[in-house]
């Protein structure tokens, strides 16, 4: 995903991990839990993208449905 600010396009911006049907927003991690940083980083692709889902997965948890967050981006 570029990064525009006032019409200049910037090259390097930021990598969405997984981004389904152009809506919905899919950040993977594999860390021991999930801190602030990681919720303020989907929470940034959901704003600058104008998308409206995320999920956040961590895969380092014993049942799968414990490591799923959903986002919701309010316009």
């Known amino acids: 995903m570029p990064i525009v600010y006032k019409d200049v ?3 390097h911006g930021y990598r969405i991990d997984l981004l389904v049907e152009n809506k ?3 950040e ?3 860390v021991d839990a999930i801190i602030d940083v990681h919720e303020a980083q989907i ?7 104008d998308y409206k ?3 956040l997965i961590n895969f ?3 049942l799968l449905k414990e490591g799923i967050r959903r ?5």
């Open 9 to 11: 396009k910037l090259d």
């Open 24 to 26: 919905v927003v899919v």
């Open 28 to 30: 993977i991690k594999t």
């Open 43 to 49: 929470l940034t692709y959901l704003k600058l993208g």
């Open 53 to 55: 889902l995320g999920l």
């Open 60 to 62: 380092n948890v014993p």
């Open 71 to 75: 986002f919701v981006n309010n316009l």
